[in-house]
């Protein structure tokens, strides 16, 4: 299901609020159905469930990261949903992120699993390893896989508790 993701490149990672979006494949630009155009990448997949990158032990960023401040100086009614400030009223995310693409910067995927219960785990070709795993017996959408050149998504969990292909 995930094997269209080998050997694919790391593109870039975004946010939209607390829901992470990794791009993978060559830059594409998106035609939808109604004429609009967007610069993405071949494949993205949204994340609304907890994940991390890590080499080896240690953590270089993860989900929680949205919610942390960058800096000590921020003011108290600080909000993690904003995108786009100066690093010292970001979260640490924003900052590591940008770290995080020039690490990834030419590696690609060269492994994907899936787990009896639907966790990704995608190895880079530079030994960074990605980690998306379900924090909840209840099940609800945790992950979306949009293939924007074949026009296809895949959706775990749909309403049913299952994985949907659209």
Not at 24 to 45: H, K, M, Q, T
Not at 85 to 99: G, I, N, T
């Amino acid at each position: 299901m995930l094997s269209c993701l080998i050997g694919k490149k790391f593109n870039r990672i975004s946010r939209a609020a607390d829901m992470l979006c990794l791009f993978l494949g060559e830059d594409y630009v998106y035609r939808s159905p109604v004429g609009r155009s967007a610069e993405v990448a071949e494949f993205s997949i949204h994340f609304t469930t907890q994940w991390r990158f890590r080499l080896g032990g240690k953590i270089l960023l993860a989900s929680r990261d949205i919610y942390t401040p960058y800096s000590n100086g921020v003011p108290e009614d600080w909000a993690y949903d904003i995108v786009g400030r100066p690093d010292e009223l970001s979260s640490v995310f924003d900052v590591a992120a940008k770290q995080i693409m020039q690490k990834m910067s030419g590696s690609v995927v060269s492994e994907c699993r899936l787990s009896e219960t639907n966790d990704i785990t995608i190895v880079f070709s530079n030994g960074v390893v990605f980690e998306q795993f379900t924090p909840a017996s209840r099940k609800g959408e945790e992950w979306r896989l949009i293939d924007y050149v074949g026009g296809r998504h895949i959706v775990c969990y749909d309403e049913d508790g299952l994985i949907s292909v659209e």
